[in-house]
């Protein structure tokens, strides 16, 4: 613990050297562009060279500081709910893995990062950070890419196949299913117009979706969306749950602006995974849900 509170009072002064290094030098080239102007009138040089100072400045050392934040609190704060926790901050979840539910689109770039590896009451549990991007042309024929997809991924695995295949997307989840393989599964109406309006299934038959999308389930996903910000996808494929929250933002990434607050910080880092995990272990316990060995 000791150790522990070492690491965290050393990662807090280095924050704080971070901030003032990085003001006093924004203030420096500030001034220093104020006079150049000053003496010689606006430039479009002048103004380049301040702009890539600044973007020098505000980069350096963040990334080596992100890392050890990551490694000190991360890895820590989720060994609170799960077990053998393995975190990979370079690594992320292979495209593959998502693509062969055949549920989402992929987009035309994917990269994924801050990779944990764990045990949940026995299951295997992956987590990371995925951006899906797509490519467009504009009309000088410039080529640029547009996020689609920013948030957290995780694959919950159990010993049982589910008895159906069956997507759950958030309503406002649209850019990610215009162009996808949904349209090989049929869009199933529930009897419940509530969840209707919040979500659209999809599954091979009408008949099958009733199995897994039980009223029970149809309430645990829409409290679960009601708490969690961003746009939520559950995918019931083969004997795995993948959820997807697309919130537009890293996982894990601090502010080096604002203060460490270590009580905070481990809410942040668990708070959504928490949700996720209660509805987890309700489904392994339901028997229901699964095909009979």
């Not at 504009?138 to 640029?144: A, L």
């Not at 995918?235 to 460490?260: A, C, M, R, T, Y």
Request: hydrophobic share 40%.
């Amino acid at each position: 613990m000791e150790d522990r509170s070492k690491q965290i009072e050393e990662l807090e002064k280095r924050r704080k050297n971070l901030v003032i290094q990085k003001t006093f030098s924004i203030i420096i080239f500030t001034i220093l562009f104020i006079i150049a102007t000053y003496y010689f009138g606006f430039s479009q040089v002048f103004f380049m060279v301040y702009f890539m100072a600044v973007a020098i400045c505000l980069s350096v050392g963040v990334k080596e500081y992100k890392n050890d934040f990551k490694n000190i609190f991360v890895k820590y704060a989720l060994e609170k709910s799960f077990n053998e926790v393995i975190y990979k901050p370079e690594y992320g979840i292979a495209m593959d893995e998502i693509a062969e539910t055949n549920s989402i689109y992929l987009g035309d770039r994917y990269t994924s990062n801050d990779y944990i590896n764990a045990k949940l009451d026995g299951l295997k549990v992956e987590l990371s950070d995925i951006i899906i991007e797509e490519q467009h042309t504009d009309s000088d024929g410039h080529t640029y890419y547009s996020v689609i997809y920013k948030g957290r991924w995780m694959i919950f695995e159990f010993d049982r196949k589910f008895v159906s295949n069956v997507t759950v997307a958030e309503d406002k989840f649209r850019n990610l299913k215009n162009r996808s393989l949904f349209s090989k599964s049929n869009k199933v109406e529930m009897e419940s117009i509530e969840f209707n309006k919040m979500f659209d299934v999809y599954c091979n038959t009408e008949h099958e979706a009733f199995y897994i999308l039980t009223p029970h389930m149809q309430e645990r996903l829409k409290r679960i969306n009601d708490s969690i910000p961003g746009k939520l996808v559950f995918i019931f494929f083969n004997n795995k749950l993948h959820v997807g929250i697309n919130s537009g933002k890293d996982s894990f990434e601090p502010s080096i602006i604002k203060k460490i607050d270590e009580q905070k910080i481990m809410l942040e880092v668990n708070k959504e995974v928490n949700e996720i995990i209660s509805l987890v272990k309700e489904i392994k316990q339901d028997n229901s849900l699964f095909i009979n060995n």
